[in-house]
T-cell receptor
Framework: DGGITQSPKYLFRKEGQNVTLSCEQNLNHDAMYWYRQDPGQGLRLIYYSQIVNDFQKGDIAEGYSVSREKKESFPLTVTSAQKNPTAFYLC????????????FGPGTRLTVL | QKEVEQDPGPLSVPEGAIVSLNCTYSNSAFQYFMWYRQYSRKGPELLMYTYSSGNKEDGRFTAQVDKSSKYISLFIRDSQPSDSATYLCAMTATGANSKLTFGKGITLSVRP
């Protein structure tokens, strides 16, 4: 998994609760990404950040929030506004401008009870 | 039309078979093409990376890009049970905003 850690591996949430998924990297990569993966739907981009203290919405940002206070960390909060949060969440990094290969963490499986 | 279309699966082949996985795309700005392999309940890992048109070979794997047809392929020779996984194609244009566009993935099963 190349220096990207995600925790926890499995997470259970009751409806109405906010939960935060952790993503940490020691690759010294500038950009970080959050994807959601559902069966048969591929990877969908939630948020991404190209530098510290800056981030942009992806294709499905509603109900999610992020922060990028440190280069190494890009936590994702799944809020109660996300109506269908059960999914596999993947964090990825990119070395920087001029690079195109993204590297993925091991993922967090979130289940809403 | 979706930006990236990937052949639907699942795909099941006997050990030793040649496997061909394909994606088509509509955005002519795409210049970089990748194949990721994802084992069950794991994150995707980069398998092959190709710039523009042409072929790239790495062991049993060959990536092929035909930009004129907007078509990319991944060939697996002498397939092994350990190749059983989901394969995702991904692509991006040049520039600072390097967002990848992914295919939906195809699940391959190689039978011993």
């Amino acid at each position: 998994d190349g220096g990207i850690t995600q925790s926890p591996k499995y997470l259970f949430r009751k409806e109405g609760q906010n939960v935060t998924l952790s993503c940490e990297q020691n690759l010294n990569h500038d950009a970080m990404y959050w994807y959601r993966q559902d069966p048969g739907q591929g990877l969908r981009l939630i948020y991404y950040s190209q530098i510290v203290n800056d981030f942009q919405k992806g294709d499905i940002a509603e109900g999610y929030s992020v922060s990028r206070e440190k280069k190494e960390s890009f936590p994702l909060t799944v809020t109660s506004a996300q109506k269908n949060p059960t999914a596999f969440y993947l964090c990825a990094t990119l070395a920087g401008i001029g690079y195109n290969e993204q590297f993925f963490g091991p993922g967090t499986r979130l289940t809403v009870l | 039309q979706k930006e990236v279309e990937q052949d639907p699966g699942p795909l099941s082949v006997p050990e030793g078979a040649i496997v061909s996985l394909n994606c088509t795309y509509s955005n002519s700005a795409f210049q970089y093409f990748m194949w990721y392999r994802q084992y069950s309940r794991k994150g995707p890992e980069l398998l092959m990376y190709t710039y523009s048109s042409g072929n790239k070979e790495d062991g049993r794997f060959t990536a092929q890009v035909d930009k004129s047809s907007k078509y990319i392929s991944l060939f697996i020779r002498d397939s092994q049970p350990s190749d059983s996984a989901t394969y995702l194609c991904a692509m991006t244009a040049t520039g600072a905003n390097s967002k990848l566009t992914f295919g939906k993935g195809i699940t391959l099963s190689v039978r011993p």
